[in-house]
């Protein structure tokens, strides 16, 4: 029940084009989901996330969409550039308690924007 | 801020030999957690301190590995002895508090991380 799970594990897209990077989650208590991105040689760095309480949260070129009945969470990146080529990784946690900040994160997707 | 400084960045050792990180954390942040990251597993959580003291280690993966954090400014993770399965990015991140912004989960910052290779 603590496992999140990302598709695609790769991902070409065309400059100016929409990528999509999607996870799905087990754990109904799970109540914060982060998406972190990863360039080589770096630490992953926060990109956006978003609660439960809302389907849709937007910064910039950014999007979340989160379904909760579905239990699934996905990153749209809008006009794709070379510049966004870089690893994505979705995370999940749950507040309160002992269990605060523990993030639980998916396998990565290694995104590539093509000039 | 300098961010979260991580030691060495790179280490090359033979099997069987003792390894140090090391991580300093940002100044004011009082969660610190050690990951690994594989190409096999992906990012995983190893073990993470609130205000220095250790709150979960179920991630650490035998009793080779151990991790100390004296202070609020310094945390080690010791592997010994070291085996080539234990090749990975090694990541340290900091964050604060419980949920500022309204309860929950706040921003963890990572370091650049230690690349370690076991022979």
């Known amino acids: 029940q603590q496992q999140v799970k990302q598709s695609p594990q790769s991902l070409i897209v065309q400059k100016g084009g929409i990528s999509i990077i999607n996870c799905a989650y087990e754990n109904t208590a799970f109540d914060y989901f982060p998406w972190y991105q990863q360039f080589p040689g770096k630490g992953p760095a926060l990109l956006i996330a978003i609660r439960p309480d809302v389907s849709e949260k937007k910064e910039g070129r950014f999007t979340i969409s989160f379904n909760k009945s579905a239990k699934q969470f996905s990153l749209h990146i809008m006009d794709s550039q070379p510049g966004d080529s870089a690893t994505y990784l979705c995370?999940?946690?749950?507040?309160?308690?002992?269990?605060?900040?523990?993030?639980?994160f998916g396998t990565g997707t290694l995104l590539a924007v093509q000039p | 801020d300098a961010g979260v400084i991580q030691s060495p960045r790179h280490e090359v050792t033979e099997m069987g030999q003792e390894v140090t990180l090391r991580c300093k954390p940002i100044?004011?942040?009082?969660?610190l957690f050690w990951y690994r990251q594989t190409m096999m597993r992906g990012l995983e959580l190893l073990i993470y301190f609130n205000n220095n003291v250790p709150i979960d280690d179920s991630g650490m993966p035998e009793d080779r590995f151990s991790a100390k954090m004296p202070n609020a400014s310094f945390s080690t993770l010791k592997i010994q002895p070291s085996e080539p399965r234990d090749s990975a990015v090694y990541f340290c991140?900091?964050?604060f508090g419980t949920g500022r912004g309204g309860g929950g989960t706040d921003t963890q910052y990572f370091g650049p991380g230690t690349r370690l290779t076991v022979l």
């Open positions: 995370a999940a946690s749950k507040s309160g308690g002992g269990a605060t900040n523990k993030l639980i």
């Open positions: 991140a900091s964050s």
């Open positions: 100044s004011g942040h009082d969660y």
